[in-house]
């Protein structure tokens, strides 16, 4: 087995890392041609995948990229979905490094 | 072979403490062996299946996918595990959706995906919306299957339309009578032979 990633090292950087990939490779295509989709970026391949519901997407992400690493968007939007409380809810103990 | 038990056509559930629609939904990820039941808020301000804390779901065998964003109400946006996992309610009725791993939220809450994986429509009695003689045995809450919807929105569109064909119909006879019963207008004398000219 590969040894792991160094960049991978907590769900923050896999998240970045996934938003990094995307917009550098997928964003204009994926914008252009599947708005409002969802999409997956297997972090350690760059590999993206994308369906119209969340539950497919992971579903075809997971047939092609076993080993994956995954990270969702949601094709336009600044997160793959939206909640109801706010930051200050939240509390200040993110999940980060 | 057995046959598929029919689905319920609505599923209840009922006011939190809080306030807010909530329902009971049982929770597991690879076995359902390791399901528990749950009290559930339905929150159609969560666009997606199911938010629950992350330590509740330890036990249920979710299987973990990756990472996400979220969208917070300010506008600002945070990093969330996501994990795979599946809701079942009552009636026998299961589905497999994208379960959010919340670090600092204590409440489970299903959101529109849940009710769209469902095939659910919510409804939502307010408290003065339901008769006195009638709150002892009406749910507050109620999830409709969308067949059902379906066929009553159908049904209304129908009727709207006859209506519409009926008010058409009504006009136009009471147009064609109002012509029948026009005074005739007087002829020249030349053409009527019967009028006697001085």
Known sequence: MAPPDPRLTDPKAVADLGEKIYAEKYRETYERDFLGQFAVIDVTTEQAY???????VIRIARERSPQGVFHMIRVGEAGAFRVSY?????GSRRLSA | MSATPPEPPAVAGY??????????IRVWGVSETLAQEFEAIVDTGFSGFLSMPMVQAFPLGLVLFGTTKVVLADGSTDTKLTALGNIGLEGGL????????E????????????????????????????????????KPLILIDNKLIHAVLDAIREAAEKAAQDKARAQTDAAQLQIQSAPETNASPEADPTSQSN
């Open chain 1, 50 to 56: 994308h369906a119209p519901a969340p539950e497919e």
């Open chain 1, 86 to 90: 706010t930051a200050r809810a939240a």
């Open chain 2, 15 to 24: 006011l939190h403490k809080s306030g807010c629609p909530a329902l009971k």
């Open chain 2, 94 to 101: 299961n589905k497999a959706g994208v379960i959010i791993l």
């Open chain 2, 103 to 138: 670090t600092n939220i204590s409440e489970i809450l299903v959101g529109v995906d849940f009710l769209n994986q469902f095939e659910r429509s919510l409804v939502l009695f307010g408290e003065r919306a339901i008769p006195q003689a009638l709150r002892s045995s009406t």
